[in-house]
C-alpha cells in the first residue's frame, strides 16, 4: 500500500477526514506532525501553530497555509511558542495549553 503524501493528508484534514503517513497525521480534526499537534478546528476557525520545530514540521505547516489560502472566507487564527508534543491548540479555562 502506497503511503499518503503531506498534501493528501492535510487535504484529509480539511475535509475532516482521518488519515497519516510517516509524519503528518489527520485525527479527529487536529493535524499533528509527529506528536505536536500543528492546527485544529476550533468552533468555525482553523488553529495554526507556527511554532518552528524542524525543517519537516515547519514544511508541513506551510503547505497547510497554502491549502487554506484556497479556502474563501475560512477563518484563521495563528498561534506560536507551543511547547513540542502538545495534544491541542486550546487553552483550557486556566489558559494553560493542553
Known amino acids: 500500500m502506497k503511503l499518503m503524501t503531506n498534501i493528501e493528508v492535510i487535504q484529509s484534514y480539511l475535509n ?3 488519515a497519516r503517513n510517516l509524519s503528518l497525521k489527520s485525527k479527529n ?4 506532525s509527529y506528536d505536536t499537534c500543528v492546527s485544529q478546528y476550533d ?3 482553523i488553529i495554526v501553530n ?9 514544511h508541513q505547516v506551510n503547505t497547510l497555509i497554502e491549502e487554506l489560502g ?12 507551543i ?7 486550546c487553552s483550557d479555562v486556566t489558559g494553560e495549553w493542553k
Open 16 to 18: 475532516q477526514k482521518n
Open 29 to 32: 480534526g487536529k493535524l499533528f
Open 43 to 45: 468552533y468555525g476557525k
Open 70 to 81: 484556497r479556502i474563501p472566507e475560512q477563518k484563521i487564527e495563528f498561534v506560536e511558542g
Open 50 to 58: 507556527t511554532t518552528k520545530y524542524t525543517k519537516t514540521t515547519a
Open 83 to 89: 511547547q513540542r508534543d502538545t495534544e491541542s491548540l
